[in-house]
């Protein structure tokens, strides 16, 4: 396996990465019937505390020893033969807030193909 280091690549699918951690968080609470801004807040502070996790803010006791999680991305494949890194460790969690703002705007995809109503506080 190669690791291919090219930040620009990497930071392009660590924010696809965390606008799919945000989405994720906006459509496991959306149900939860809390008001838009209760709901947006709560988006934010789980995209932010999650990324920051991945990001390795904090630290990860792991057997007596500390850990740092290192994210990398690679295509599809069946064979992995390359990974993206970014050198170190992901940054995603500078991105976290906006993008969780972001995402609160869009529609959800189960919204968008009409299999659910609107929860409670978007009627």
Known sequence: M?????????????????????????????????APERLEKAVQNLT???TAILDGSGDLDFEEDVAIPVVMF???????TEVVSSGGTSFM???????????????SERDRLG???PPPNDR
């Open 115 to 117: 299999d659910v109503e």
């Open 48 to 50: 932010f505390r999650i």
């Open 74 to 80: 690679t295509n599809q494949d069946d064979e992995v």
């Open 2 to 34: 190669q690791v291919t280091i090219d930040r620009a690549a990497y930071d392009a699918r660590q924010l696809s990465l965390t606008r799919e951690i945000a989405r994720a968080a906006r459509d496991a609470l959306r149900d939860t019937g809390l």
């Open 93 to 107: 969690h500078e991105y976290a807030m906006s993008v969780a703002s972001d995402v609160l705007g869009e529609r």
